[in-house]
């Protein structure tokens, strides 16, 4: 006798948007709704809220919850901050406690992290991390992020990792100072969508792709390989993300770029394969993210890793 699967519902709390997700795997999604990210934080999980008690209506209880937020986020259990968003440049965000909005009444069980972290998570249950155990998801889009699988697991110290922040080695001739209120020319501050419209004076979406910009954008994702590829030497580096998702052609330029830099001190090819499978873009492709909190539930379902919030209803 097969027993139906639990009925998970998912939310991607994204910078430019929230999508919210309900169903058991990404073959069986009964619906999925997206939702505007208001700078009035309040009114844009009420509006989550009205979703999720909807869907409890008409497909009844979710087994479990996944919350996949954008960051930085308080993610330590013990923490009285446990939940919240820090210092997001997301006006009306800072300091939100989105755990504790979403902790009764949704679901039997509530799991949280980042929306990177989530998205690495999906990569590996459905994706092109699947039967990996080391391995980077790199999302880049209102900003720069990455998910680090280590052993199987996300990851983790006294903070999430915020790659998106570090600073690199910047291409020969380029000073520009960078879009980061936090860092100026930090690898978001280079790379991320805010930052190439900054530059270009056009979205992403809309730079012709001549346009010298993409060289200096993928020198920066380059950069961020080869620390990646020294520090954690994952099996594979999987960029997603609006930015790169719209853009392909960025690919085989940040391979090159890698390549230059790292300079054969390494041989990542005879290690981990061809450059054009090792850094390559998501299995789930544009849907990592919003499956990664469907991920999350399911870990929140079962027995979860400390590093996730699970709260089970008395």
């Given at each position: 006798?097969?027993?139906?699967?639990?009925?998970?519902?998912?939310?991607?709390?994204?910078?430019?948007?929230?999508?919210?997700?309900?169903?058991?795997?990404?073959?069986?999604?009964?619906?999925?709704?997206?939702?505007?990210?208001?700078?009035?934080?309040?009114?844009?999980?009420?509006?989550?809220?009205?979703?999720?008690?909807?869907?409890?209506?008409?497909?009844?209880?979710?087994?479990?919850?996944?919350?996949?937020?954008?960051?930085?986020?308080?993610?330590?259990?013990?923490?009285?901050?446990?939940?919240?968003?820090?210092?997001?440049?997301?006006e009306?965000?800072?300091?939100?406690?989105?755990?504790?909005?979403?902790?009764?009444?949704?679901?039997?069980?509530?799991g949280?992290?980042?929306?990177?972290?989530?998205?690495?998570?999906?990569?590996?249950?459905?994706?092109?991390?699947?039967?990996?155990?080391?391995?980077?998801?790199?999302?880049v889009?209102?900003?720069?992020?990455?998910?680090?699988?280590?052993?199987?697991?996300?990851?983790?110290?006294?903070?999430?990792?915020?790659?998106g922040?570090?600073?690199i080695?910047?291409?020969?001739?380029?000073?520009?100072?960078?879009?980061?209120?936090?860092?100026?020319?930090?690898?978001?501050?280079?790379?991320?969508?805010?930052?190439?419209?900054?530059?270009?004076?056009?979205?992403?979406?809309?730079?012709?792709?001549?346009?010298?910009?993409?060289?200096?954008?993928?020198?920066?994702?380059?950069?961020?390989?080869?620390?990646?590829?020294?520090?954690?030497?994952?099996?594979?580096?999987?960029?997603?993300?609006?930015?790169?998702?719209?853009?392909?052609?960025?690919?085989?330029?940040?391979?090159?770029?890698l390549?230059?830099?790292?300079?054969?001190?390494?041989?990542?090819?005879?290690?981990?394969?061809?450059?054009?499978?090792?850094?390559?873009?998501?299995?789930?492709?544009?849907?990592?993210?919003?499956?990664?909190?469907?991920?999350?539930?399911?870990?929140?379902?079962?027995?979860?890793?400390?590093?996730?919030?699970?709260?089970?209803?008395?």
């Open positions: 006798m097969t027993h139906p699967k639990p009925l998970l519902c998912g939310v991607e709390l994204g910078g430019t948007k929230c999508e919210c997700l309900v169903g058991s795997a990404p073959d069986d999604l009964r619906e999925r709704i997206t939702v505007k990210t208001e700078l009035d934080a309040a009114a844009t999980l009420r509006r989550i809220a009205g979703i999720l008690r909807d869907w409890k209506t008409r497909y009844g209880t979710c087994s479990a919850l996944g919350l996949a937020c954008f960051g930085p986020l308080e993610l330590r259990p013990d923490s009285p901050d446990f939940g919240r968003i820090g210092m997001t440049p997301k009306g965000w800072r300091n939100v406690d989105v755990a504790g909005f979403f902790a009764e009444g949704f679901a039997d069980a509530v949280i992290t980042t929306d990177v972290i989530a998205a690495a998570l999906a990569e590996g249950r459905w994706g092109a991390g699947r039967g990996l155990a080391d391995y980077a998801y790199v999302t889009g209102t900003g720069v992020g990455v998910g680090l699988i280590a052993a199987g697991k996300p990851v983790f110290g006294w903070h999430h990792p915020e790659l922040h570090i600073r080695a910047r291409a020969p001739g380029d000073d520009w100072p960078g879009n980061c209120r936090f860092h100026g020319a930090c690898l978001e501050g280079l790379a991320s969508g805010p930052a190439i419209q900054a530059r270009s004076g056009t979205r992403p979406a809309n730079l012709p792709v001549d346009s010298p910009v993409w060289e200096t954008v993928a020198h920066a994702l380059a950069q961020l390989a080869h620390h990646l590829v020294l520090t954690l030497s994952p099996q594979r580096i999987l960029i997603g993300g609006g930015v790169v998702s719209e853009r392909p052609h960025l690919f085989p330029r940040i391979r090159q770029s390549r230059l830099s790292i300079n054969d001190y390494v041989d990542i090819e005879r290690a981990a394969g061809p450059l054009e499978e090792y850094i390559a873009p998501p299995g789930l492709g544009t849907l990592a993210g919003p499956l990664g909190a469907l991920a999350v539930a399911a870990d929140a379902g079962s027995a979860g890793s400390t590093r996730h919030f699970k709260r089970t209803r008395p």
